[in-house]
Structure formats: C-alpha cells, structure tokens
C-alpha cells in the first residue's frame, strides 16, 4: 500500500513547474532566496485579492519526495535491524535509533 500512495503522491508532485530548491545552492536554500519568485507571486496575488492556486506553486523537490524519503529510512531502519538480530541487549537504543534515522532521512544533502 504505502508504495501505491508513494507513486500517486510523487506522481501527482510533478505538474512541470520544477522547484528552483532542486538546483539552489547552499546560501539560496540558507537564505530561501530559491523562493523569491514564489513570495513575488503570492504578493502580486494578494494586492488583486486573488490567492494561490495548485499550478502557482513549484513541484515537489527530488529530496523531499517521498519515494527518495521512504528508500533513505528503510535502508536506516533495515541496518538498525539487522544490528539488533546480532546484539539484542540494544533494544533500550531503539527509540534513539529511530530518532536518528529519521534525522537522517529529513535533514538537507
């Protein structure tokens, strides 16, 4: 099931509007200078009391994709597994464990 909806989200993220975030370097993404013809629009909008609408805004980045997220936690999550079968005294580390693997899985390239 959850790689049904992994395809239908991504698929759906993807409207041909690609987000600058995808090829923004480290200051632009620091600073959300990738997002300044976003804000522009969403002013421009907002003084002729129009709102945002679905092809307004960018397509989901490459990392934050959820087919890209989902691969990066199982691959974490299998490893941690695969030490505890071998060590089974660091189930106490398990929820620090998760915690790191889903640091791992959101934070910035």
Known sequence: IAVVVD???DDNARRGNPSPENTAGFISRLLY???????I?????N???QELEQDDLFDVA?????S????????????????????????????SELKWSLWYVIRRR
């Open 7 to 9: 395809d239908y989200v």
């Open 33 to 39: 200078l990738w997002a300044t013809q976003l804000f």
């Open 41 to 45: 629009l969403t002013r421009q909008k």
């Open 47 to 49: 003084k002729q009391g």
């Open 62 to 66: 490459e990392i934050d994709r959820t």
């Open 68 to 95: 890209v997220l989902t691969k990066k936690f199982e691959d974490r999550w299998n490893r941690f597994l695969t030490r505890l079968e071998s060590n089974p005294t660091a189930t106490k580390h398990a929820a």
